[in-house]
């Protein structure tokens, strides 16, 4: 997602920057409860694929969507919800080792790409994140004052921070994936 793209989708909401961000921020948390509500355990990866996905429609229905925007996002995230039920569920010991690795190696991609960034990106993004539900709002208030910016700016900057963030995961997972196809043990009848 682009920083254009992500203006845009600002200004679909409202002209005014600050309202705009406001709702955006509501958006997103009410995307990551539904995925949560549904027992979702990637309910703010699934929020901000949603997300993705209504920025990648955006220049369709721009002008012609009508209505309350979050019943849209509503609807791209029922579908998402339904693919999601749609895949595969493996339960076994053998998926559970995989998941493990899996899951290790995204910690160390996470730590990786968050050691790319400036000590105060961050601090920020770190500190951004920190709190949920009700005490969000006013950390994240507290936080824009004490970076000198608006809340709006703060978030814009925090999305920045984020998309740069999975960018960088994104890659490293991919660079560990093909990695490991690089070093599996060939077979004997893999020389045939």
Same mark, same amino acid.
């Given at each position: 997602m682009t920083q254009e793209a992500f203006d845009r989708l600002l200004a679909w909401f409202h002209p005014d920057r600050n309202m705009a961000g406001e709702k955006y921020e509501v958006i997103r948390r009410g995307l990551t409860q539904f995925f949560e509500r549904r027992?979702?355990?990637?309910?703010?990866?699934?929020?901000?694929?949603t997300i993705d996905r209504v920025i990648k429609k955006l220049p369709e229905i721009y002008d012609q969507y009508t209505g309350e925007q979050a019943k849209y996002f509503y609807g791209v995230a029922h579908r998402i919800y339904q693919e999601c039920l749609r895949r595969p569920q493996i339960t076994s010991s053998a998926t559970e080792s995989e998941d493990s690795i899996i899951q290790e190696r995204k910690d160390?991609?996470?730590?990786?790409?968050?050691?790319?960034?400036?000590? !105060?990106? +961050? =601090?920020?993004?770190?500190?951004? #994140?920190?709190?949920?539900?009700?005490?969000?709002? !006013?950390? +994240? =208030?507290?936080?824009?004052?004490? #970076?000198?910016?608006?809340?709006?700016?703060?978030?814009?900057?925090?999305?920045?921070?984020?998309?740069?963030l999975n960018r960088c995961l994104e890659e490293c997972l991919e660079l560990l994936s093909n990695s490991d196809v690089i070093n599996q043990p060939r077979r004997a009848y893999d020389n045939e």
């Open positions: 027992g979702c355990l990637e309910s703010a990866d699934l929020a901000d694929e160390r991609c996470r730590q990786q790409c968050l050691d790319k960034l400036s000590a !105060e990106d +961050r =601090r920020l993004i770190t500190d951004y #994140y920190l709190k949920v539900k009700r005490e969000k709002v !006013e950390h +994240r =208030r507290k936080l824009a004052i004490q #970076y000198g910016l608006t809340s709006n700016a703060l978030t814009v900057r925090a999305f920045r921070i984020r998309s740069a």
